[in-house]
């Protein structure tokens, strides 16, 4: 499937004087093994950079803004998607690059905690019941549906203690709990944060996850959505979280002397591109 996916932000001076010399970065996608970049334009022009954990970001650098004024640069992406099945295709890796894997992506932050009494009750019933990795990541997603009640986009992210205590959460507490069920066992994650696309102008906010397993390498794994090694088309992925728990869609950046409040919105729009449109 061929998607045309039109991101505008909007940055606001809310304050009482100029902001002057801030500068933007602006997340838009990361790579994954479904989705091909056709084109990507930036108005205005800008730096695109390949950042930590494979993230393409734009630099924006942000004119003058007196009291009230609006910025509102705009991107506009063509990208292929194809349904993906990463479990058919091997990937044997030296136990020295999974051995600093585990350091890196088996660690406790914000959102994923995995010393959690709860997180660990579960991760040791999990762990009674599975003999590998593999089995480890299926059951703990499949603890993961069956615990926490799918809600509709909640406001603020609760992440998995919290969701293993209440029982409920919207996509984004469901990766985060199996995030911290899997790194509790050394088995390494990280979380994806995108959109779905369900044929609408306005694709869905998505959060799901990514899991390395021995002889297969990083597969992803959607705990909200019940899927295992496998993404459909509808997908469009663009902030890897791994290093850290939570990178900002947009970041905004201005000099010490700036300290005037700034409001950022983001609208991102979705269609099919068919016979050559653009």
Known sequence: MRLL???QANIQNRGTTKIRDGKMVWHLLTDMDNQFVEGLDVFPPARVLDKAESN?????????????????????LRIDTITRDWLMEPLPVPENDLRSLRGIYCSMQRYWEIEDSIVQELSERIAENSGNDEAYARLA?????????????????????????????DCDEHADLFIALTRTVKIPSRRVVGHFFRGR??????????????????????????????????????????????????????????????????????????????
């Not at 499949?142 to 969701?163: I, N, P, S």
């Not at 295992?228 to 509808?234: Q, R």
């Not at 979280?241 to 002397?257: A, D, F, K, W």
């Open 56 to 76: 393409m970001v734009a630099v924006i650098k942000i004119p003058d803004l007196n009291p009230g004024e609006s910025f509102s640069p705009t991107v506009i």
């Open 201 to 278: 102008d306005e694709p869905e906010p998505h959060a799901w996850c990514e899991v390395y397993l021995e002889d297969k390498g990083w597969i992803p794994v959607d705990p909200a959505l019940g899927r295992f090694g496998s993404l459909s088309e509808n997908y469009f992925s663009r902030i890897r979280e791994g290093l850290v728990s939570e990178r900002p869609t947009i970041q905004v950046m201005m000099n010490r002397s700036n300290s005037e409040p700034v409001n950022i919105e983001e609208h991102v729009n979705m269609r099919v591109i068919v016979n050559g449109d653009s």
């Open 141 to 169: 997603l499949q603890v993961v549906r069956e615990r926490v009640k799918l809600k509709t986009h909640l406001d603020v992210r609760l992440g998995a203690a919290e969701a293993a205590k209440l029982k409920e959460g």
């Open 5 to 7: 996916v039109e991101m």
